[in-house]
């Protein structure tokens, strides 16, 4: 496994940030911009050595070519997502709406089109990582460390959704935050450019379908009809909204 890596100010408590590119030229444009940004830096040519690097080292998030030689960025990041909520940004094809609106199926946190600026990039890693590590529930909740809504219950210190049985359901940290967000503003409408700042911290553009398709992915979590779903309501021509009570627990010290 051919693994690059960033030297320059290798202190443990910087963000590690793990690229996953075949393209040689991309690999160390990355490395160089995120070490001389701050972050520890790793980069990998494809899926096998990305399994490798795992095997070994804990990124604070990866960065995920979605053309890669074998198993692909979604074919990955569908896998990695089912044993892990490491925070990962894809890198797809400009203009291609259908490989975002995949990759975020297949659980990414965010996706960026190339080519892209790496500003742009440095950006979403920072809005990704402040997200995933901001903590779960606030305002007037702030000693919640539960929230129970319709016979599920979410646990805001594992981040573990139950359902009645105790079965233990993954969230991705998109689906995490979303989730926390309907939760943390019940029977309240919220439109698609409330959720894309309050979730993912950024503005939505015209064509942007990432909120619908998150949303349609956390229903599916929560075994929603996709026909007349009951706890996340489609309010047409406005947004969303949970229409379920809410009920916060704290637990003994």
Known sequence: ????????????????ILVVDDDPEIRRLLLAYLEKNGYRASAVADGREMWRFLEVSNPDLIV????????????????????SRIPVIMLTARGDEMDR??????GADDYLPKPFNPRELLARIKVVLRRSQAP??????????ALHFSGWRLDLLSRHLTDAQGGVVPLSGAEYRLLCTFLEHPNRILNRDQLLDLTQGRESDPFDRS???????????LREDPRSPEIIKTVRGEGYVLSVPVDAYTSPP
């Open 64 to 83: 995920l070519d979605l053309m890669l030689p074998g198993d692909d960025g979604l074919e990955l990041c569908r896998n990695l997502r089912a044993k």
């Open 101 to 106: 609106i995949l990759g975020l199926e297949m």
């Open 136 to 145: 779960p529930y606030s305002k007037a909740t702030t000693t919640a460390t």
């Open 211 to 221: 909120i619908d398709v998150l949303v349609s992915r956390l229903r599916r979590r």
């Open 1 to 16: 496994m051919e693994v690059v890596v960033g030297y320059k100010r290798t202190m443990e408590t910087m963000p590690r």
